[in-house]
């Protein structure tokens, strides 16, 4: 054997026109390729160590080997390799022609160099631009399936930058009940060819922790227009999606303190004369239904609003819109439901987007004071009211003292008929009082003065000498407390010198309404039989005075005594006023 062509073919696969030691001792990935780039004719240790072979053990290798696609030629670019552990590493190649001695076609040189994350999935070239927006890339593979991240996307996903790992281990990051949502997402636009986006909770592959992401992507497509991967960007958008959630917890609280209050809350926009009602208390307050949406200034104004309060309520606007922005008044609004008349409150503020420019819109709330208005009106009412009772009252007690001086015959007889005739004006008022409607049941003034003269059955009714006939009658104040005190004078009358001094005496008493007046005429009569022998009294007593003046004048009631003897007898006519519902706090 010619040891000499031994010699010659080493040094062609040596690396003839290189200096050894130089190719040797680089701190970069050389190699020497054939010139039809199937055969790797030799390899510097720097290139055998990146894919983790013994140096000199790629000598004569195949390309096709070597490339997990399986192409056989090498060419320039970014390129997957296969390392001696089965493993891909992206690696960038520069390939020229090597210094030709003239014999043959030249050899190939190509440097070899690691890929960085970034350049590895580059979507765009202003990456400056991304990295500030807090945007990382992303790429995804079609044939192998694989997904690789730049640097700021690994981070965002917990996972390594570069080729990280195949979608079906990466798509199980993202929150189950996610799954089939973005899995149409994708699909509609792929079926369009548009980009798409999504957001969803992601646990990240590093620390397990949850973070919300935004994605987006888009296709790519090869020479034979089949799709060959999609390539995209991924946002941290853990911070947005909170302040969002806070946002709407707050607005839920606000929303919730409003309905309580009984608020409604609308939004004025005034270049387009638009509002938005945004709770259902707006549209219970004007009679609206939800689908019929808010109106504007003008319809408030012109369909709404009262006649008489449009001048103050254009002023107050005008004013808010002209000094401080804030809007405070008050009107009547026609009820779109019922018609009826509804007094409303109404304050807003208005928001400029800068201060010396006009405002964009109004923010407010409406709450209707109607109830309110009544209540203290009829808080008025009553008041006055009051006012008349006491002087009433006062002038009623001034009478009893004078006329119950002027018929006693002593001190203890006029303490004794004075102390009865204030229990029962008392008593009188006290049944008003503890009645909602400030009335007087009839029927109960009569048990009240007539229980003490006489025995009261088991079942707590009077026992047979009275009789008590007639409907439920209520009294109003007006007139109830000259008739309760008449029916005081009856009752003592009786028990002195009428039918409860014996015990064989009786008393009747019926009454009805009869139609007439505002509400109705009362038809009282009082009847005593069975008891001593009556004759007209030879003077007229208080108690006389009180049946005939205090009946006639308060009462504008006809009455009528009969002193027969076999009992007294009263009729009255006693027309009854129409109930005030002013006066009821309850309405």
Known sequence: MDNSGEDDRGADLRAPGLHEAVFAGASIGLALIAADGRTLRDVNPFLCRLLGYMPGSLAGAPVTNLLTDRTPVLAPGIRRWRRADGN??????????????????????????PVDADELVRAEQNRDALVAAGLGEWRWEATSGQVSLSRRAGRILGYPAGRSARWSTMQTGFVSEDHERIHGIVAAALARREPWEFESRFTRGNDGMEVAVGVRGAPTYGADDTLTGMVGIVRNVTRRIEAQKLLREREQ?????TSLASLGIFEWHLLDDAAVWENERMFEIFGRRAEEGGVGKGEFLNRFLHPEDRPHVRRAITKALREDGILKVSGRIRHFGTGAWRSIEMAGRFERDEPDRLPRRLIGVVADVTDRLQAQERQTLLIRELHHRVKNTLATVQAIVGSTARTASSIDNFYEAFVGRIKSLSHTHSVLTEDTWQTAKLHGLLVNELTPYIETEEDGSLESRVSLIGPVVDLPSDIAVPIGMAIHELTTNAAKYGALSTRQGRITVSWSIVPGGEAGILQFAWCESEGPPVSVPSRQGFGSRLLQRVLTTQVQAEVRSEYAPEGFRLSMLAPLPARNAALNPLV
Do not use: K, N, W, Y
């Open 88 to 113: 891909g590493v992206d690696l960038r190649l520069t390939i020229t022609p090597a210094p030709h001695d003239g014999r043959g076609d030249a050899d190939l040189v190509a440097v070899v160099e």
């Open 253 to 257: 609280r606000l929303r919730v303190a």
